[in-house]
């Protein structure tokens, strides 16, 4: 059995800063950590594999700039067998579309695993888009907001967290997921772990690597347009109704009736 | 002389007069049981409290001086409150009088880049104020467990340990200058920006710890250090408390490094902290939990640090070794360690929080000697704290069988039996958290009797009418 999870280096919250008048991540500044929802994945994987009968192999995905080797350690550092990072010049300015048109070219040249895990989405975009679009491209059936994954016979059995309440799916054959931090705890890493994944390579691939052509790649391929960068106002309106005696707390009392007819609530 | 036998005086309505004038209405709480309650106390389980009969937010020095000469001129008792965190009853009015609540004096006033050093007003929350510094790449080495609530000037005077005091000390060593007001009144500036200064007696550290019994301050000059650009924090699993007690001297000792940080704690410390945390940390065969730090200039020196540390603790029979090297997993392991102090208050709110400080190579001993007071008398004396510092939190716990009486009859024993022993090991009763009124009987049980009298000297000498925080440290 291979499972792929994919991984994406994020800014440290903790320690990220905007640049006040582009309204963007000044991403040179923070040090870069996992996003914390691909920890819940690594950890459902790493689940997976300890209660799996057969052999099971996890890969760790990722695409970005070399520095990206860094969250690739500290995934294996967790457990996972093997990481693989896609860097090249050709992949900057990836939109979401992009990144998972270059991610499926990745996995088909990994050879499709029996699952492909993924957080929910990233705290830097909060797009969500990634998982899923990568899904569709490669053709395999998506489940989303997974709170629980187990393996069963011939597939995956997992619980979705929807608004009005859990679904439970089973799906068989190859499926890719999304999990939310329900999924499981993350582990830390251990010492020894730490050190093993110092030792291990991780596979950097290219462009080329990849068969994908620079002209399907990168900024120039993405439909995204980034128009404008704004922060949004507060449009909130706060009206005080002074209420120290009767009679106020009368035209107090009026005047949240008006306003609640006003807005056709009443 | 000594605080029972000054006589004090309520407060007037002259000098409720004369206060509300001087800081303005709104800053005076009077004739209020209800606002004025929560100044009855601070974070010290089971002991006496009393409220104030005034509580007064001043503005600034000038309008302390003078308050300060009112209630001298008057006799009335005069304790100063920082956030109510401390863990002695230092900050209770045992007297009555006035609490000084220093909720507008909470300003950075300066952060000096070229000579490393920040200002301070006394109220402001001590994690402020690396809050502030971060985009500098400066820090301020303090780190007590309350860090985000206590405050600077409370951290002043009670020197307050905390948990990178193996490494960086404590607060004491980070303070060059005090601003305050002497016990009668007159403002008084200490110290300064200097890094080294022997012109007369160390008037400065003599402020530091004086648990609010010597003046009040109302400004004060931290030293800065660059922050570290890496650390990293790694919580090492033992089977037994011996084991992880007996880690800690070879620690100190043998790798040649010092860490930022050891804390230890005891099964009962971290399995009730971590229940109360909804943490589910797998340390289900853990029967102590060492918690390290090493922080330094680069990533690459604080991985061979933590290396050999944790190389250390396997050898020493550690089970388990967790590296966080991130923000979150730093925060995950660091919280079960802070929150200690309050889950136990949750689940156990009756117990006597200690905090006993010995030599380093005298932590097997120490553990030793609690154990054995612990099977004397029944009681669970559950252990964590600062093993790095040899200060350790050994805290007796009420047995649930036990009524509440029978606990205050049989804990004075078990804290004289227990401050005794450690002294025969060279070890004292309070290693941060201060005497206050707490302590202040068994201090006097086993303290040297001349440092007794010269302090008491000196508190006469300062404060001849007993009015600063009277009750406090002896009698």
Same mark, same amino acid.
Request: negative net charge; proline residues 0%; hydrophobic residues 15%.
């Given at each position: 059995m291979k499972i792929i999870v994919l991984i994406k280096q994020v800014p440290e919250s903790q320690a990220t800063r905007m640049d006040e008048t582009t309204g963007t991540l000044i991403r040179e500044a923070a040090s870069s950590v996992i996003n914390p929802l691909d920890l819940h994945a690594i950890e459902c994987a790493l689940l997976i594999k300890e209660a799996a009968k057969e052999k099971c192999e996890i890969v760790c995905l990722s695409m970005g700039p070399p520095a990206a080797t860094k969250v690739l350690r500290e995934a294996m550092a967790l457990g996972v067998d093997h990481g693989v990072l896609l860097s090249d010049r050709a992949f900057a300015g990836s939109d979401t579309w992009c990144t998972a048109f270059t991610l499926a070219a990745a996995v088909r040249k990994l050879g499709l695993p029996d699952l492909i895990l993924c957080g929910?989405?990233?705290?830097?975009?909060?797009?969500?888009?990634t998982g899923p679009a990568m899904g569709a491209f490669l053709d395999l059936p998506v489940i989303s907001f997974v709170s629980h994954i187990e393996q069963i016979a011939g597939g995956w059995r997992a619980r979705r967290m929807l608004e009005d309440g859990y679904e439970t799916v089973e799906i068989d054959g190859p499926a890719l997921a999304c999990v939310l931090k329900e999924a499981a705890v993350p582990r830390l890493p251990t010492l020894q772990g730490k050190r093993l994944s110092r030792a291990k390579d991780i596979d950097i691939m290219s462009a080329q690597d990849l068969g994908?052509?620079?002209?399907?790649?990168?900024l120039k391929a993405s439909p995204t347009r980034v128009v404008k960068i704004f922060r949004p106002s507060h449009l909130k309106k706060c009206e005080k109704l002074p209420a120290m005696d009767p009679a106020q707390a009368e035209k107090a009392v009026d005047r949240v009736v008006c306003l609640l007819k006003e807005k056709g609530l009443i | 002389m000594n605080s029972a036998t000054h006589s004090y005086q309520p407060i007037s309505t002259n000098v409720v007069k004369e206060l509300s004038d001087l800081l303005g209405a709104s800053n005076i709480i009077f004739n209020d049981p209800e606002r004025l309650e929560p100044f009855s106390r601070d974070e010290a389980a089971d002991c006496e409290t009393r409220n104030p009969e005034l509580v007064a937010r001043p503005g600034n020095a000038e309008e302390l001086a003078q308050l300060v000469r009112v209630a001298n001129r008057e006799r009335i008792p005069v304790t100063a409150r920082g956030a109510g965190s401390g863990l002695s009853g230092g900050a209770v009015p045992l007297f009555g009088g006035i609490v000084l609540d220093f909720g507008r004096m909470n300003r950075i006033l300066e952060i000096d880049r070229a000579n490393l050093t920040i200002t301070v007003e006394p109220g402001v929350i001590t994690s402020e104020i690396n809050e502030a510094l971060r985009p500098y790449g400066l820090f301020y080495a303090g780190y007590p467990m309350s860090l985000e609530t206590c405050t600077i000037g409370g951290n002043v005077a009670e020197n307050a340990g905390g948990g990178k005091a193996v490494k960086y000390g404590v607060t004491g060593r980070y303070v060059l200058g005090i601003d305050m007001v002497s016990p009668t009144g007159e403002l008084v500036s200490l110290g300064g920006k200097l890094v080294k200064d022997v012109s007369g007696l160390n008037l400065l550290q003599l402020m530091v710890g004086s648990e609010g019994i010597l003046g009040v301050f109302t400004k004060i000059i931290l030293k800065l250090l660059p922050l570290p650009k890496a650390s990293v924090d790694m919580l090492c699993l033992f089977k037994t408390i011996d084991e992880a007690v007996a880690a800690v001297p070879k620690i100190m000792t043998e790798g040649g490094i010092i860490p930022t940080a050891v804390e230890f704690m005891d099964r009962l410390s971290f399995a009730t902290s971590c229940e109360y945390l909804n943490e589910s940390l797998p340390c289900a065969d853990a029967g102590a939990m060492l918690l390290i730090t090493v922080d330094g200039a680069d990533e690459k020196q604080v991985e061979h640090d933590y290396d050999v540390i944790g190389e250390q603790c396997l050898a020493a029979g550690a089970t388990n070794v967790y590296v966080a090297d991130t923000h979150v997993n730093s925060e995950r392991i660091w919280r079960i360690r802070r929150a200690v102090a309050e889950a136990f208050k949750v689940f156990s709110p009756h117990q006597s929080l200690e905090d006993i400080v010995v030599p380093i190579a005298a932590i097997p001993a120490a553990s030793a000697a609690v154990n054995e007071i612990s099977a004397k008398y029944g009681v669970k004396i559950p252990c964590y704290g600062h093993a790095g510092d040899g200060n350790l939190h050994a805290t007796p716990v009420m047995p649930p069988e036990w009524t509440f009486e029978h606990w205050h009859g049989v804990l004075p024993e078990i804290l004289m039996d227990m401050y005794k022993a450690i002294a025969k090991i #060279?070890?004292?009763?309070?290693?941060?958290? #201060?005497?206050?009124?707490?302590r202040k009987k068994y201090l006097a049980a086993v303290a040297d009797p001349g440092f007794m009298l010269m302090m008491r000297n000196i508190k006469t000498a300062l404060d001849p009418n007993g009015i600063m925080n009277p009750g406090k440290i002896f009698d």
């Open positions: 929910e989405r990233a705290t830097d975009g909060e797009t969500g888009q994908v052509s620079q002209d399907d790649t990168g | #060279g070890g004292h009763i309070s290693g941060e958290h #201060g005497i206050g009124h707490k």
